[in-house]
């Protein structure tokens, strides 16, 4: 049963520490989704990548996230130096497209984040 | 740029009642795919439905239907007979072909209480 794995799924951290979240798409999937969930922004996407390569960081705070991905069952998000206003649930997702052709996305369980 | 919008944020409603979740989108491409995606209460995103610009015909899959209206921009996801299990965040989403850097961009969501 192919699923998006995502680790860790809670963590709480003190303002300033930095925070790593990894995320294992589903083998064979081609783009690769950030997103972050807040009560007043919904879901806001983040950062993704095709074929690893990363085609857009626009919706990154760049001073202090990045986002990479090093191999085809790796992605990464960090935060350095995390703040409160961080605090959220960050989803990652995969999917496959074709052609131009964007097809379902399959989300990850979600990290839980509270910056204290 | 592509966005979505769901100007309602929060419906109750009472069990059996039927409630219609509005979409509205905006792009400039004439290709593009909408999603609709549940959120219940435990916190993973459930794929619903995923429908291409040249396809206008409303969909039905038991209880939800789904219609289509390019005239207006619309997606709206209608739920029959609404059920406490349909209680979740409803998300409507976006992608545009962009000849290989496709994303996927939501709206905020809609919060749906069916009480019983």
């Known amino acids: 049963d192919a699923r998006v794995t995502q680790t860790p799924r809670d963590k709480v951290t003190e303002m300033g520490q930095e925070v790593t979240m990894r995320c294992q798409p589903i083998?064979?999937?081609?783009?690769v989704f950030w997103y972050r969930q807040t009560m007043m922004q919904g879901l806001e996407l983040l950062a993704y990548?095709?074929?690893?390569?990363?085609?857009?960081d626009s919706g990154m705070p760049k001073d202090r996230f990045s986002a990479e991905m090093p191999d085809a069952t790796l992605a990464t998000l960090k935060i350095q130096p995390s703040e409160p206003r961080d605090s959220a649930v960050y989803f990652c997702?995969?999917?496959?497209?074709?052609?131009?052709?964007?097809?379902?996305?399959?989300f990850g369980q979600g990290t839980r984040l509270t910056v204290v | 740029a592509q966005k979505v919008t769901q100007a309602q944020t929060e419906i109750s409603v009472v069990e059996k009642e039927d409630v219609t979740l509005d979409c509205v989108y905006e792009?400039?491409?004439?290709?593009?795919?909408l999603f609709w995606y549940k959120q219940p209460p435990s916190g993973e995103l459930v794929f619903l439905i995923r429908?291409?610009?040249?396809?206008?015909q409303n969909e039905i899959s038991g209880r939800y239907s789904w219609n289509f209206q390019k005239s207006t921009s619309s997606f709206n996801f209608t739920i029959t007979a609404s059920q406490v299990v349909d209680s979740a965040v409803y998300f409507c989403?976006?992608?545009?072909?962009?000849?290989?850097?496709?994303?996927?961009?939501f709206g905020k969501g809609m919060k749906l209480t069916v009480n019983p």
């Open positions: 997702a995969s999917g496959l497209a074709i052609q131009g052709a964007m097809g379902e996305a399959f």
């Open positions: 083998l064979g999937h081609n783009t």
């Open positions: 990548f095709r074929n690893r390569a990363p085609l857009d």
């Open positions: 792009t400039r491409d004439t290709t593009y795919y």
């Open positions: 429908r291409n610009s040249f396809d206008e």
């Open positions: 989403a976006l992608s545009e072909r962009q000849g290989g850097s496709e994303k996927l961009v």
